[in-house]
């Protein structure tokens, strides 16, 4: 009998969940509950990838545009050092290429130094891009654009510019990881605004930019608005809010959309959003849709028992909190080194350390199957040029690269 690969498995679980889907109606109702993803076989492993450095709280790691020989990793409390992209690289050649610690609010377990993006045209402009909360006023999100002016070694702190800012009503849920699409427009995800359960229902309110993806055109004097958003015309949003509803927002109804992605093929935008007290949901998105927060969670009505949440997108995949509680999104694969892999999405759990994967082209509803049960505090992942996939574990600071299993 042929051994089916674990990409074969993930097509024949694909149509099984079409079925159950059909059947259960396609609403994603309160009674709607994909079964969770089948005891995954090890199709992939990880290892230390540069074992003689290590970090205090990475959330991002990542490259500048067509120019593999240096890595950058962002530190929670708001340093941001550089390394050369050399296995046997060692302490004394990390440097440091910005210290943000005296504008970072980092105090709340879930701020900090949160996201940051190079300019498409970075060789040209030098420009970078941070998410981070800062002081003012409290806690608030920022996102701002910074200048090196000698090519990638260090940060000019004082070049700041901050296009966006919004007071914080609570500590957590920030989201704050912002990237550059393939139309090279700026991304930036926040969060509802933390407390318990959205008790603002602000992820379902467009006139503030909670629980959001936002798109802005950065190359301008601040920003402007292209012209396909949702709600382009309207009047820009101040300080995260606005009398009508805010032409920045690209989709909405996240709970906290920690760590997306675009596949470097497709251009596809995979989102990982933090789930309530339930399930955890991938979602594929697309421009001007409703993922459902806080009329949904997942799929599934929220909270439990609403007599109808059908008029919302239902996630790519889902996992209930029997194998995690924190979902951290990925990538899809698109390197060499692990054959079975390329056009997979991959993606973590921050609580359990499991690692899935789904087929980039799979349907909504589709069953992730978990591919290795690790005990890493996955934060972020990160993806080099030649499409290999990398983590970063939040507990030890170590950085590790996703291979093939032995």
């Not at 302490?91 to 943000?100: E, H, I, R």
């Amino acid at each position: 009998m042929k051994t089916m690969t674990g990409r074969e498995i993930q097509t024949v679980l694909a149509a099984v969940s079409m079925l159950a889907i059909s059947a259960c109606g396609s609403g994603g109702g309160d009674g709607f509950a994909p079964p969770p993803p089948p005891p995954g076989g090890s199709d992939i492993a990880t290892q230390r990838a540069f074992p003689q450095i290590a970090f205090n709280q990475p959330l991002a790691m990542l490259q500048r545009p067509n120019n593999d020989t240096r890595w950058y990793v962002v530190q929670r409390a708001g340093m941001i050092y550089t390394f050369p992209n050399d296995p046997n690289v060692m302490p004394a050649d990390v440097t440091v290429f910005a210290n943000l610690t005296g504008i970072v609010n980092s105090a709340a377990n879930e701020a900090g130094l949160l996201g940051m993006a190079f300019h498409p045209n970075f060789a040209a402009n030098g420009e970078v891009y941070l998410s981070y909360t800062g002081f003012g006023g409290g806690l608030e999100s920022r996102v701002s654009r910074f200048v090196s002016v000698d090519g990638g070694l260090t940060l000019s702190v004082g070049s700041e510019q901050v296009l966006l800012s919004m007071l914080q009503p609570a500590t957590n849920h920030n989201g704050g990881n912002i990237a550059f699409g393939p139309d090279e427009l700026l991304y930036i995800g926040f969060g509802d605004g933390g407390g318990s359960g959205d008790p603002a229902n602000n992820a379902q309110n467009t006139e503030n930019l909670f629980g959001t993806i936002l798109r802005i055109n950065v190359n301008v004097l601040a920003y402007a608005i292209p012209v396909d958003n949702p709600f382009a015309g309207n009047p820009m949003c101040t300080q995260g809010f606005g009398a009508t509803d805010c032409p920045e927002i690209f989709a909405w109804g996240f709970r906290n959309p920690w760590r997306w992605s675009f596949d470097s093929l497709t251009g596809d935008l995979w989102v990982g959003d933090v789930g309530q007290g339930a399930w955890e949901e991938i979602d594929r998105v697309e421009l001007g849709l409703n993922y459902g927060w806080r009329v949904r969670e997942g799929s599934s009505c929220y909270p439990p028992g609403t007599a109808s949440c059908a008029s919302f997108e239902n996630p790519i995949t889902e996992y209930s909190h029997a194998l995690g509680n924190s979902v951290t999104g990925g990538y899809v694969y698109r390197g060499m080194a692990i054959p079975n892999l390329p056009g997979t999405y991959i993606y973590g759990d921050f609580g359990s350390g499991r690692i899935f994967g789904v087929a980039a082209n799979a349907a909504k509803g589709t069953v992730g199957e978990e591919l290795l049960d690790s005990t890493h505090n996955i934060a972020s992942f990160a993806e080099d040029l030649d499409g290999e996939l990398y983590l970063l574990d939040y507990g030890s600071g170590f950085i590790y690269q996703i291979i093939e299993a032995p």
